[in-house]
């Protein structure tokens, strides 16, 4: 798949074919077909690849911890292949790594008192944050090592007309060196804390 993942790399997940992925290695397409049989069973594959660089928890370890690590470590993978964020949950046949991760975090949860409706919602929210958040922050149009200042100040807003959205770029970016990436922490704590007291509301 180091090929396939190459493809999409530089240029996205509408690249990846059979034919460009055997360029990549240098052979004919149909050489492909002995190893795999076709575009959709190559972008199981690639979802498979990714879904078994996500930390994988162990049932019964304290499932905030288990959370948090799955939560910066997929931010990680996928912040590096952002290509993935449209592929992990579309596949109609997924693989072994793929269930093993869906089970594992069930199972985490299951295994701390979460019921089957409070461990599904902690399972969808928790993955929505990580994945919306990385979307946003790979196509903000700045980085934190150059361009959050320079973009606040070209927006060139009327202070009377837009006071808080001015209040927050003065204090918060102006002079900061601001890195959007530093939100992740604290955003995920919220998640996680609004989770803890529904887990103590039904532990009760």
């Known amino acids: ?13 509408a690249a990846v074919s059979m034919r460009t992925v055997a360029r990549e290695l240098g052979v004919e397409a149909m050489s492909l077909y002995h190893h795999v049989d076709g575009k959709d069973a190559m972008l199981d594959a690639l979802a498979e690849e990714i879904f078994s660089r996500f930390p994988l928890a162990e049932l019964g370890a ?5 959370l948090t690590e799955r ?7 996928l912040s ?5 964020l449209v592929l992990l949950e579309s596949r109609g046949d997924p693989g072994p ?3 093993r991760q869906h089970d594992r975090v069930l199972g985490v949860l299951r295994t ?7 461990a599904g919602h902690a ?12 979307l946003t922050e790979t196509n903000l149009p700045f980085t934190p090592e150059v361009g959050a200042e320079e973009f606040a100040a070209g927006l060139e807003l009327a202070a009377e007309e837009y006071p808080y959205l001015t209040e927050f770029l003065e204090t918060r ?7 959007y990436g530093d939100e992740f922490g604290y955003g995920l704590d919220l998640v996680l804390d609004q989770l803890e007291l529904r887990l103590a509301e039904l532990s009760g």
Do not use: C, K
């Not at 939560?71 to 993978?77: F, K, N, Q």
């Not at 590096?80 to 993935?84: I, R, T, V, Y």
């Not at 399972?123 to 990385?134: K, L």
């Open 71 to 77: 939560a910066h470590g997929a931010r990680t993978v």
């Open 123 to 134: 399972f969808s929210v928790v993955d929505a944050y990580v994945y919306g958040f990385v």
């Open 112 to 118: 701390n008192g979460f019921d089957v409706l409070l």
């Open 1 to 13: 798949m180091a090929a396939a993942m190459a493809v999409a790399d530089a240029g996205g997940l």
């Open 97 to 99: 790594a793929v269930v």
């Open 62 to 66: 304290p499932w905030r911890e288990a």
């Open 173 to 179: 970016i102006v002079g900061q060196r601001y890195d």
């Open 80 to 84: 590096a292949h952002p290509w993935a």
